[in-house]
């Protein structure tokens, strides 16, 4: 075992610095795999979790080296008391994925390895577990309705022909032109049984309207 002294009292052990700090970059690069594939946020998902082996490997350096001392432990505070982070966080979910490297690199620091391990499957585990109650939950068939160039006159009959072929309709956007022109528009969130609905919705509406345009997009919840 290769200890090197620092000061009087503050020893420095190489070879858990080196299980920390290795542990707790492979555990955070597997909360990156996790999040990629479990989370629902919008953003680069790629982008963001290349940070994670990084955040939680210097979060145990810091652990490592302030842990036996309190004078730079408070020389640490003051430090990060002038450090300004201007990036705003976009999705509560996100934060949650950061915490969760801080707090693996806390525990591999303080040299607590089973904690980081065991509360890293848990974890994950529960981000998988909510990933999957929200897919059994999620509505299937969910589409976005948006309809052009059709007359203001129609808006009513053209709502009331879709709810006959879905099952759900909402009304997202609406926008009307001159009475007895086609400059109205219409967005509407619907959910379908199946696609054959949908079939005989386009064939419907592609007759009765023909010089309106239509357009339907897959979304994942309305």
């Known amino acids: 075992e290769y200890n090197l002294a620092i000061g009087s009292k503050e020893v420095f052990s190489l070879p858990s610095f080196f299980i920390g700090i290795t542990l707790s970059y492979f555990l955070s690069y597997l909360v990156g795999r996790v999040y990629i594939n479990a989370s629902s946020t919008l953003s680069n998902r790629e982008a963001f979790a290349r940070i994670f082996p990084l955040l939680s490997s210097a979060t145990c350096l810091i652990i490592f080296v302030v842990k036996s001392s309190l004078a730079l432990s408070l020389g640490l505070v003051g430090a990060l008391s002038i450090v300004r982070f201007r990036t705003a966080i976009k999705d509560p979910e996100e934060l949650v994925y950061l915490f969760v490297c801080i707090g693996i690199g806390l525990a591999s620091g303080a040299e607590q390895y089973l904690a980081a391990i065991f509360g890293f499957v848990l974890i994950m585990a529960g981000a998988y577990f ?71 919705l ?13 357009t339907f997009i897959e979304v994942q919840s309305i």
């Open 130 to 200: 909510l990933k999957i109650k929200q897919i059994k939950m999620s509505p299937k068939n969910c589409l976005r309705f948006s309809v052009k160039s059709i007359n203001s006159s129609d808006i009513s009959e053209l709502i009331e022909l879709v709810s006959i072929h879905s099952s759900r309709v909402d009304l997202s956007s609406l926008s009307l032109g001159k009475v007895g022109s086609n400059e109205s528009s219409l967005n509407l969130n619907l959910i379908v049984e199946d696609f054959s609905n949908l079939e005989r």
């Open 202 to 214: 386009r064939s419907t509406i592609q007759n009765r309207y023909p010089d309106a345009i239509f």
